[in-house]
């Protein structure tokens, strides 16, 4: 798995910035060591739409189609509820959802496991994974399910603030995703990210990578930036004019 | 005071099982569940340590919510006896400061430097798994007696059940899924504090206070109404704005 997170990592990192997103080595590879036939991230949660990030195969999309127009399914629950949904057979689950059930078996779809993206209230989708056998994930495979998640949700953060909007987003100073730095996250990167959204009127998402970028251009730890901001050393409202 | 403690376990155990029957929040739950082990087990404060998918350690919810007991727990990702107790499974107990001063250098000097002379880890585990650690912090060196052990066991007991109850999980075996929900909780909690601190023009260990009285005075979910305010909801409005709360 740790290889895998650094597949996605390069492939993001790479400077093109294109919207070909996630490299389908990586995605092929993480398949594989989840023990599923495809696998897919969808950005987007609210009445804008959703955007899908990447896919092995087009069940994975067909899936998400799928839910999207019913209005309901594993993936939209993990959404409302912030909490994994791990189905391991599709085929008993006709009373949770009456109009999935069927169709999703029709697809050849008969386990998924849909796992949130998200940092605290930070919520930018969910990654889907599909089985055409029905059968849990073993707790190694949750594991790495959970892993995998944090890590797309940090290179969709990064990808984001990348394409994105507000001033100071330097495309050549941001950082790479750095999946391995949120196990680094301390409470005070996260009591800053809340911070520094206030000084500039911005969402948590933009507050975070604009933390990590600041921290990447000056070749400083994202940990010691936080603690400057929360220690009120630092503000990013005069910081940035 | 062999009857009053008595007394406070029997208090402990019946608010416990109340909380458990209803819809409750796990980090409230679990910092309740620090504050009453600060009292029971007659030491200076206590935290609950979680570990995440990846086996890092996690601070979830402590007696008292200040920044320098946070950091105690933070400073354990390398070195610390909740790192010993997780990895070993068994309890960590009156390990003192100066004693372990080469075993934990950095935990046991910052320690040290905010005052206390002796540590306590006691494990949390479903089964053969460690799922985290129960922190506790004595000022002095008092010992905790195999009848303190037995209570503090008992109470990271009471937590782990805490964790895998919280509401919404319908695969009750999924410990991963349910300690994540829990560590992200706590996230949102931290990136709240942030957004009020810097509202209200508060310190962070106040916003929490802040926070956790307005969920009680609201009979809201402390994560429910950390997640309104982390986000700007207009439901947080009244928070965000200190129109009708008072800073405690």
């Not at chain 2, 979830?60 to 010993?84: K, M, V, W, Y």
């Amino acid at each position: 798995m740790a290889m895998i997170l650094v597949l996605l990592d390069r492939t993001t990192s790479a400077p093109d910035g294109s919207g070909a997103g996630f490299s389908m080595a990586a995605c092929a590879a993480a398949s594989t060591v989840l023990g599923v036939d495809g696998l897919c991230a969808v950005v987007g949660t609210g009445a804008g739409g959703t955007v899908l990030a990447f896919g092995t195969q087009t069940v994975s999309a067909a899936l998400e189609d799928l839910q999207f127009t019913l209005g309901e399914g594993p993936s939209l629950e993990a959404v409302a509820t912030g909490i994994p949904v791990l189905v391991a057979d599709v085929a008993v689950t006709a009373r949770r959802w009456p109009a999935f059930t069927g169709p999703a078996l029709e697809l050849g779809v008969n386990a998924v496991f849909a796992f949130p993206l998200r940092i605290g209230a930070i919520d930018l989708g969910t990654l889907t994974a599909y089985r055409a056998t029905a059968g849990p994930l073993d707790p190694g495979q949750v594991a790495d399910a959970l892993a995998l998640a944090d890590a797309v949700t940090l290179t969709v953060l990064h990808r984001q603030s990348r394409e994105g909007t507000g001033p100071g987003a330097d495309p050549d100073g941001q950082p790479g995703p750095g999946w391995a730095a949120q196990a680094a996250y301390r409470a005070e990167v996260h009591q800053a990210t809340g911070m520094v959204s206030v000084q500039l009127g911005v969402g948590l998402a933009e507050a975070l990578a604009r933390l990590r970028a600041f921290a990447f251009g000056r070749d400083l730890l994202l940990a010691d930036v936080a603690a400057d901001v929360v220690a009120r050393r630092l503000r990013f409202d005069e910081e940035d004019q | 005071m062999p009857v009053t403690r008595e007394r406070q376990l029997v208090e402990t155990f019946v608010q416990v099982a109340d909380t458990l029957v209803d819809d409750f929040d796990v980090i409230d739950f679990l910092h309740q569940l620090a504050a009453r082990c600060v009292h029971l087990l007659d030491v200076d404060a206590a935290g609950i340590m979680l570990i995440d998918q990846r086996g890092n350690l996690h601070a979830a919810a402590a007696s008292t919510e200040n920044a320098r007991l946070l950091e105690l727990f933070e400073l354990q990702s390398d070195a610390g006896p909740c790192i010993d107790c997780c990895r070993t499974g068994t309890p960590v107990v009156n390990a003192d400061l100066t004693a372990n001063a080469a075993r934990w250098p950095r935990f046991a000097e910052a320690a040290q430097a905010s005052g206390f002379a002796a540590v306590h880890a006691l494990p949390l585990r479903l089964r053969e798994t460690v799922i985290g650690a129960l922190n506790l912090f004595a000022a002095d060196n008092r010992t905790l007696t195999d009848d303190d052990i037995r209570v503090g066991q008992a109470l990271t007991d009471v937590a782990t059940i805490g964790i895998l109850a919280q509401r919404s999980i319908h695969q009750a075996e999924l410990l991963a899924a349910q300690l994540q929900n829990a560590l992200n909780s706590r996230v949102t909690i931290e990136q709240a504090k942030g957004v009020l601190a810097e509202r209200r023009r508060i310190s962070v260990d106040q916003a929490f206070t802040l926070l956790r009285s307005y969920a009680r005075d609201h009979n809201l979910r402390l994560s429910d109404v950390a997640r309104d305010v982390a986000n700007g909801s207009t439901t947080a409005t009244e928070l965000l704005h200190g129109t009708g709360t008072q800073i405690a």
